[in-house]
């Protein structure tokens, strides 16, 4: 299908050297991952900034790239991949924006706009940077 030939597509990226294309790659299987419109870059700066897209991110009960807490995880799910973790993330975000908590990204501590956020996302790789400026639409 097309998500799967996407993603195949991530693993394709070459940008930079070993660590930076890792990040790349990874960038891009949570783009492509992430099911909202409009706010796939978001996400990937708010996974940057919660857990630099280690899916084995731990600190206390938070957990994986997005740092979902037990209860979170208990209800959206869980994985041992980015893009598993992705999916989780992405139900939580579409109930958190269905009640209108922060426009869906209200449950992260290093939501869009936020202090913590933008000092995350500046301290990134340049070139992961510049690849997710370049898939604006």
């Known amino acids: 299908g097309g998500q799967r030939e996407q993603l195949r597509q991530c693993s394709k990226l070459r940008h ?10 990874r960038a891009c299987k949570i783009m492509v991952t992430w099911s909202h419109d409009q706010t796939d870059q978001q996400a990937v700066t708010v996974a940057w900034c919660e857990g ?7 600190n206390g009960q938070y957990r994986g790239t997005w740092q ?5 995880r208990k209800r959206w799910g869980h994985s041992s991949t980015i893009e598993g973790q992705t999916v989780a993330a992405s139900l939580y975000f579409a109930f958190a924006r269905r009640i209108g908590w922060g ?13 913590d956020n933008a000092r995350a996302w500046s301290r990134a790789p340049g070139v992961l940077r510049s690849y997710v400026k370049s898939t604006a639409v």
Not at 52 to 58: C, G, I, L, V
Not at 68 to 72: F, L, Y
Not at 103 to 115: A, D, E, L, Q, R
């Open 68 to 72: 979902m807490g037990t209860g979170e």
């Open 52 to 58: 630099t897209f280690n899916p084995r991110a731990a």
């Open 16 to 25: 930079g050297n070993d660590h930076t294309r890792w990040t790349v790659k």
């Open 103 to 115: 426009n869906g990204f209200g449950p992260w501590s290093c939501k869009p706009g936020s202090s």
